[in-house]
């Protein structure tokens, strides 16, 4: 939930307005898809032969990207908007290259009292990542400490450039993680990795990531973000229909006992055979063609 870099907020620092960042490039192909007013925290883009990955870059480059409320507020929407748009499939979101997101912004916590939080369900908005439908990537380069972890294990896949650091170091803060980084860190690396990481608030590199099982793939700094967006194009090729539906099976093996798990999936597994998608999936196998999904 909070991060441990000091000097990470420097009162008074202006909001940058780019669609994208220096000194990263823009995207080949891409188009601005939020609509209204644009946004202060964030730069969204489609991008992909078809247009069918949205990107969601975190832009408080002064703060390290740090998780504040007006932040987290604007990834609501955008996750909303991405998550209507009907030629989108899948969303990857990401930081700078030199942070993903370095926690949550510890002046807006600093002041707060129980009764505040409790009364106003502190950090309850936060969950907004883990219920979208669309399979959503964490594309991870730098910093990924407290709420910066906590929202890369809120998406369904994380890489990670070969630089990047996770943490859960709310301990030094005198407080423990707040949106699920307990329950979501020893789940993804067993208890004995994560009581250590969030009772010391030591940070664990790409490498140990991945060994952990923290994230599936370690790329260079400069190659991790197109590679995501590939994952999430080859992603959107398939029925989007189907793709939540698997999305929703892999999320109950997570969450659930494997009881539950298998029942869940026998009923998704039915479900499939009610869709138009899954009828031409086959049919392609057997004429050994490619298929034509039309998300039904």
């Given at each position: 939930m909070a991060a441990v870099l000091r000097g990470v907020l420097r009162p008074g620092a202006a909001r940058r307005r780019l669609l994208l960042p220096s000194p990263l490039r823009p995207l080949p192909g891409a188009r601005c898809c939020s609509a209204g007013a644009p946004f202060q925290y964030l730069a969204v883009q489609k991008t992909g032969a078809r247009q069918s990955v949205g990107v969601i870059r975190l832009e408080r480059p002064q703060a390290l990207n740090a998780l504040c409320e007006g932040l987290m507020k604007e990834l609501g929407q955008a996750l909303e908007t991405l998550e209507n748009d009907p030629q989108v499939g899948a969303i990857v979101i990401t930081g700078s290259q030199k942070a993903f997101a370095a926690g949550a912004d510890i002046k807006e916590m600093q002041n707060k009292n129980f009764q505040e939080c409790y009364s106003s369900n502190f950090l309850a908005g936060w969950d907004k990542v883990s219920t979208v439908r669309k399979p959503i990537i964490a594309a991870v380069n730098g910093y990924a400490l407290g709420g910066g972890c906590e929202l890369a294990m809120m998406c369904d896949i994380i890489y990670a450039g070969e630089k990047?650091?996770?943490?859960?170091?709310?301990?030094?803060?005198?407080?423990?993680?707040?949106?699920?980084?307990?329950?979501?860190?020893?789940?993804?690396?067993?208890?004995?990795?994560?009581?250590?990481?969030?009772?010391?608030?030591?940070?664990?590199?790409?490498?140990?990531?991945?060994?952990?099982?923290?994230?599936s793939k370690v790329f260079p700094v400069e190659k991790l973000l197109d590679a995501a967006i590939a994952c999430a194009e080859k992603i959107a090729s398939n029925s989007k229909l189907v793709a939540a539906m698997a999305k929703e099976s892999v999320n109950a093996a997570f969450e659930t006992t494997l009881a539950e798990g298998t029942k869940t999936e026998k009923r998704l597994f039915y479900a499939t055979f009610a869709t138009d998608d899954r009828k031409e999936g086959m049919t392609a196998f057997v004429e050994k063609r490619k298929a034509n999904f039309t998300d039904s």
């Open positions: 990047a650091q996770f943490g859960q170091p709310e301990i030094l803060l005198g407080t423990i993680p707040g949106a699920g980084g307990t329950q979501r860190l020893t789940r993804a690396v067993g208890k004995s990795l994560a009581m250590e990481m969030i009772l010391t608030g030591d940070r664990i590199s790409a490498t140990e990531a991945k060994e952990a099982g923290l994230v």
